[in-house]
Each structure stands twice: as structure tokens, then as C-alpha cells.
């Protein structure tokens, strides 16, 4: 099983930025899919960005669109999530997952069984 640790978590005010780091043990596929997903309290996890390894292609949800960017360094199985002009409602842990090319849909929770431990983002306004 694939072993996930995130890092770069942190307390910034709003219009801020925050770089988040994904270190991953070595995947059993040659291309793949990594994900940054988020859960704030009281509410479901949802898929932030993701990036398929094979080609560089990208994905992210509206709310972060322009703002936050994915990118992966295969030589460190890292992948990175650079977020700008964070927002308060940015605010929650945020998770690293990683899942095979066969994904269809790489934003969707159902997508995923690997998961990180998590680290917390926190945007004061």
C-alpha cells in the first residue's frame, strides 16, 4: 500500500499563500493519479486539484481555480499544492491521496483508497 505524508500546512490571513508537499512511497503503477483533498468541520471531503502523473494533466475544482496550482517532482515522488490568495472558507485539513490511471473521474472521493494523515490549513479574515 501506497505510504502518503503531507506537510506545509499552517495559520495565514486572508490573501495569503501556503505551499502544501506530498511525499509518497513508490506506486506499484508507472503512471498514476495524485490528489489534494480538503474537509472542513461539519462538512464531506471534497477533491481540490489532482495531477496524472503520465502527462502532467490537471484538475481542480471551481472554487480554487486561478489560485491554486498542482505539480508534481517525479524524481522525489512529491507533489505539490502552491495555494494564493487563500480565502477563509479555504479553511481545512487537507488530504494527499494517490490512485491508479484507471480513475475516471480524479476529483471524486470514491476515486481514492490511499489516503495521508492530513494537514491542517487554517485562513483568518
Known amino acids: 500500500q501506497v505510504q502518503l505524508v503531507e506537510s506545509g500546512g499552517g495559520s495565514v490571513q486572508a490573501g495569503g499563500s501556503l505551499r502544501l508537499s506530498c511525499a509518497s512511497s513508490?506506486?506499484?503503477?508507472?503512471?498514476?493519479?495524485m490528489a489534494w483533498f480538503r474537509q472542513a468541520p461539519g462538512k464531506e471531503r471534497e477533491g481540490v486539484a489532482a495531477?496524472?502523473?503520465?502527462?502532467?494533466?490537471?484538475y481542480y475544482t471551481d472554487s480554487v481555480k486561478g489560485r491554486f496550482t498542482i505539480s508534481q517532482d517525479n524524481a522525489e515522488n512529491t507533489v505539490n499544492l502552491q495555494m494564493n490568495n487563500l480565502k477563509p472558507e479555504d479553511t481545512a485539513l487537507y488530504y494527499c491521496?494517490?490512485?491508479?490511471?484507471?480513475?475516471?473521474?480524479?476529483?471524486?472521493?470514491?476515486?481514492?483508497?490511499?489516503w495521508g494523515q492530513g494537514t491542517q490549513v487554517t485562513v483568518s479574515s
Open positions: 491521496t494517490a490512485g491508479p490511471r484507471s480513475i475516471w473521474f480524479p476529483l471524486r472521493l470514491s476515486s481514492y483508497n490511499n
Open positions: 513508490a506506486y506499484t503503477y508507472s503512471n498514476y493519479y
Open positions: 495531477i496524472y502523473t503520465g502527462d502532467g494533466s490537471t
